[in-house]
């Protein structure tokens, strides 16, 4: 991925109200910084437009790195990982009661809870303090 220029980067971050796009860390709570990612990378045929951006932490990137598909842990099926441009996130992820984890509701949302490992044992122990603290989970659209 080239360069982003910084009008694009601050219009990605603002699209993703300074959320991690996949596992929803907020950025002010994260200790290292966010990365914009493309969906689709390079290798991939993707491109450094808007549409193929993606605010995404750390952990995020380093997990998804240039994938684009998973396996489902339960079908066994390969399948496309989520997509925060053209997926709706409450069709493939819901909360657990606390709030600390991210739970599949389908193929897609299961397969990239795994690749993704969005229930990191790191961002588990911060959403569990940030619930506490009354500033977790953050305000899906």
């Known amino acids: 991925?080239?360069?982003?220029?910084?009008?694009?980067?601050?219009?990605?971050?603002?699209?993703?109200?300074g959320v991690c796009e996949y596992c929803l860390?907020?950025?002010?709570f994260c200790p290292d910084s966010f990365?914009?990612?493309?969906?689709?990378?390079?290798?991939k045929g993707g491109d450094d437009q808007l549409e193929n951006l993606a605010l995404s932490c750390q952990g995020?990137?380093?997990?998804?790195?240039?994938?684009?598909?998973?396996?489902?842990?339960?079908?066994?099926?390969?399948v496309d990982l989520y997509n925060p441009r053209s997926d709706e996130w409450r069709l493939h992820f819901q909360w657990s009661g606390d709030y600390s984890e991210l739970i599949g509701l389908?193929?897609?949302?299961?397969?990239?809870?795994a690749r993704l490992c969005l229930n990191r044992s790191p961002v588990v122990n911060l959403r569990k303090a940030l619930s506490k603290a009354g500033c977790h989970p953050p305000g899906l659209e």
């Open 1 to 17: 991925m080239s360069r982003v220029p910084t009008e694009i980067r601050v219009r990605v971050f603002e699209r993703a109200k």
């Open 35 to 43: 990365a914009i990612e493309q969906i689709y990378p390079n290798i």
């Open 60 to 78: 995020c990137n380093n997990h998804k790195y240039t994938a684009t598909i998973a396996i489902d842990p339960v079908t066994g099926n390969e």
């Open 106 to 113: 389908s193929p897609k949302g299961r397969a990239s809870i």
């Open 25 to 28: 860390s907020q950025e002010a």
